[in-house]
Nanobody
Framework: QVQLVESGGGLVQAGGSLRLSCAAS????????MGWFRQAPGKEREVVAS????????SYLESVKGRFTISRDNAKNTVYPQMNSLKPEDTAIYYC?????????????WGQGTQVTVSS
């Protein structure tokens, strides 16, 4: 089992920044690809960003490229998305997830989510 706890959400004005954190415990964090997903009201959950276990590869939702940066610290069992130039359409519940593959369906463990609200 891997337990994931997100933090850092909140209310921010458009154009502002937030840095979320996801702290992991349980099985070896460094074995897992880590992803951040979001779900807005009435919409399906979508993957925002992900990073491989060895830091080598990362991927981003097209709409956040150039604004969001995902990073991880395997020594601290933590993964961070730095979110800059936030837009009202970024408003959603953000979830951290861990998996052994690179596809959306391969994420096995999920956090409880943290709310991000961007005001216009």
């Amino acid at each position: 089992q891997v337990q994931l706890v997100e933090s850092g959400g909140g209310l921010v004005q458009a154009g502002g920044s937030l840095r979320l954190s996801c702290a992991a415990s349980g099985r070896t964090f460094s074995n897992y690809r880590m992803g951040w997903f979001r779900q807005a009201p009435g919409k399906e959950r979508e993957v925002v960003a992900s990073i491989s276990w060895n830091y080598i590869s990362s991927s981003y939702l097209e709409s956040v490229k150039g604004r969001f940066t995902i990073s991880r610290d395997n020594a601290k069992n933590t993964v961070y998305p730095q979110m800059n130039s936030l837009k009202p359409e970024d408003t959603a519940i953000y979830y951290c997830a861990a998996g052994l593959g690179s596809t959306t369906g391969s994420y096995t463990y999920w956090g409880q989510g943290t709310q991000v609200t961007v005001s216009s």
